[in-house]
């Protein structure tokens, strides 16, 4: 599968931004479906993520209750809805797919990855 992440840009502190993460090859709900980011001088860590089965997420801490996936299986498309954001939010965020795995908040568990796309918050 290939994919493609779009929708990043500057945000102010308090906004909204919708990131897109469109696949092709193989349908998105054969995947895990997960987003990552990665700050400058940090490593990437989770965000969140959908199962194939089910749809059921998970989000990291940090953006619990502010950021929400889903997944559009017409439109082949993986979405991160990024409300309420902080200037902490700012990095470089990935879309990535794995086959089925329990540990969905690790890198090195998922096997194919977009290209990344910059979300900058100002406060």
């Known amino acids: 599968v290939q994919l493609q992440a779009s929708g990043g840009g500057l945000a102010q502190a308090g906004g909204s931004l919708r990131l897109s993460c469109a696949a092709s090859g193989r349908t998105v709900s054969s995947y895990v479906m997960g987003w990552f980011r990665q700050a400058p001088g940090k490593e990437r860590e989770f965000v969140a993520a959908?199962?194939?089965?089910?749809?059921?997420?998970y989000y990291a801490d940090s953006v619990k209750g502010r950021f929400t996936i889903s997944r559009d299986n017409a439109k082949n498309t993986v979405y991160l809805q990024m409300n309420s954001l902080r200037p902490e939010d700012t990095a470089v965020y990935y879309c990535?797919?794995?086959?089925?795995?329990?540990?969905?908040?690790?890198?090195?568990?998922?096997?194919?990855w977009g290209q990344g796309t910059l979300v900058t918050v100002s406060s």
């Open positions: 990535a797919a794995a086959l089925p795995t329990f540990v969905i908040q690790a890198p090195n568990e998922y096997d194919y």
């Open positions: 959908m199962i194939r089965s089910g749809g059921n997420t």
